[in-house]
């Protein structure tokens, strides 16, 4: 028979419980679901109070890592090493309020603030003599899908879009294959890898480990280092860094990860070269066929002469403008913001060694994972109370997240649990008998 805890709730309801206010939309949807499902009777504050404590015990053993790693008390990892990893960091927003006594009711000091979110992937896949896929992938070649995520890429970072649409004769009216136009490579470059068929380019994932927290960049580095070193990251053959090319993620880089290959997520790049093509022709077919020719380019390793072409196009408009504030959809600040971004991050960005070497070179799997944290945690309609019901549901939806079990690990070792009271056998006592 299963032992109760303080709560009243045997080790596997109280997994239940947290489970559901950690993976469903709101706390009062886990209160309708334990009730039909599990036959739970629960109310939906219930449900948050628990799921919050855990929350905030699953930071406090998260900050004893932390501690234990920044000093040395380091218990050697378990975890087999890996052949290849990759650590990709990333923000999301969530909205929170601060408890104000005697304020009355209603939300106070609320607003939007940055969760900052890693995602460590264990990964499957070979390396390879030559870059295994020279050319750009099918969706970075389709019009519709790149003016799609492209205006989504500007509208989650506050940037006006104001370019006409896309029209479907657009990809049509392009001439197959990709423009390559003065990114060509100079007549003594070695001639492009064909990829095999038998190449597995890019690497599958294994496994995945998030991290997740409201505290600032300093902190959130030693909880993501000591998450790698947990899961013997730093042992592996093959490691990437992954960043969107802030200066606060390379300081991480060159701080808690030297030995990882830094890489500027690609997507950042192509995003910044749609809207300088826009802002830098005449009409939709003229822009698709000069973001073809720089996507390409900084595809296949050329940011120089990709940077040197964008700064040729952006004479049209004379001599550098005074130091005087340009409004931000002003043409020449969006071609600026091309030409910065590649010269900042161009030491970063030598993506056909990254994949011969068999490493990711897009930052997918992080945005894929805020998205995943922000079906629960982000709404218009939900204000978390700063920093400590923020902090705490983080780190239940990061446990639920995460391929290392950590939550149920944590339920089976706390107080009240059955798993940590059993009577464990005396020494010569037959185990099985026990």
């Known amino acids: 028979m299963l032992r109760l805890n303080s709560h009243g709730y045997s080790q596997a309801m109280l997994c239940k419980i947290v489970e559901a206010g950690g993976e469903l939309k709101s706390y009062a949807v886990a209160e309708r679901m334990l009730q039909s499902l599990a036959e739970i009777d629960i109310s939906g504050r219930h449900v948050g109070r628990l799921t919050e404590e855990v929350g905030r ?4 053993e998260r900050d004893r890592q932390v501690e234990d790693y920044l000093h040395h008390r380091r218990t050697p990892s378990a975890e087999p090493v890996p052949a290849s990893v990759a650590v990709t960091v990333d923000g999301g927003r969530i909205l929170t309020r601060t408890t104000c006594t005697g304020a009355g009711p209603g939300v106070h000091g609320h607003g939007w603030k940055e969760d900052k979110i890693a995602c460590l992937q264990v ?9 295994p896929h020279p050319e750009p992938p099918r969706a970075f070649l389709d019009s519709e899908h790149v003016d799609k995520m492209v205006r989504e890429f500007h509208s989650q970072r506050g940037s006006n879009v104001n370019w006409p649409d896309s029209p479907e004769s657009a990809a049509a009216a392009a001439p197959r294959p990709v ?3 003065s990114a ?8 492009a890898a064909t990829a095999t068929p038998a190449a597995t380019w890019p690497p599958k994932r294994q496994a995945r480990t998030c991290v997740a927290t409201m505290q600032n960049s300093d902190a959130f580095a030693k909880m993501v280092a000591t998450a790698a070193y947990a899961r013997n990251f730093f042992a592996a053959e093959r490691r990437a860094f992954l960043g969107d090319g ?7 880089q060159e701080k808690w990860f030297k030995d990882f290959v830094p890489i500027a997520d690609f997507i950042h790049p192509l995003a910044y070269l749609y809207a300088a093509a826009t802002e830098l022709s005449s ?23 990709v940077v040197a072409e964008l700064r040729r196009h952006a004479q049209r408009w004379g001599p550098d403008p005074p130091p005087a504030k340009l409004p931000d959809t002003d043409p020449r600040v969006i071609v600026g913001r091309a030409i910065t971004y590649l010269e900042n991050n161009g030491a970063h960005m030598d993506y056909p060694r990254y994949r011969q070497m068999g490493l990711p070179v897009t930052s997918a799997a992080v945005e894929s994972l805020i998205k995943e944290v922000n079906y629960r945690v982000k709404g218009t309609e939900k204000f978390w109370n700063h920093p400590q019901e923020a902090e705490a549901i983080l780190q239940v939806r990061a446990a639920l997240l995460s391929s290392d079990d950590r939550l149920r690990r944590h339920l089976d070792s706390r107080p009240g649990s059955a798993s940590r009271y059993a009577r464990r056998p005396k020494a010569g006592e037959n185990r099985e008998a026990a």
């Open 179 to 181: 423009i390559r136009a």
């Open 184 to 191: 060509d490579p100079p007549d003594d470059a070695p001639p």
């Open 246 to 252: 802030q200066r606060y993620n390379w300081t991480i």
């Open 57 to 60: 015990e699953l930071a406090a």
């Open 283 to 305: 009409d939709v077919t003229e822009r698709w066929a000069l973001y073809l020719s720089w996507m390409t380019g900084c595809w296949q390793g050329r940011v120089a002469t």
């Open 123 to 131: 990964l499957d896949g070979p390396s390879f003599t030559a870059d």
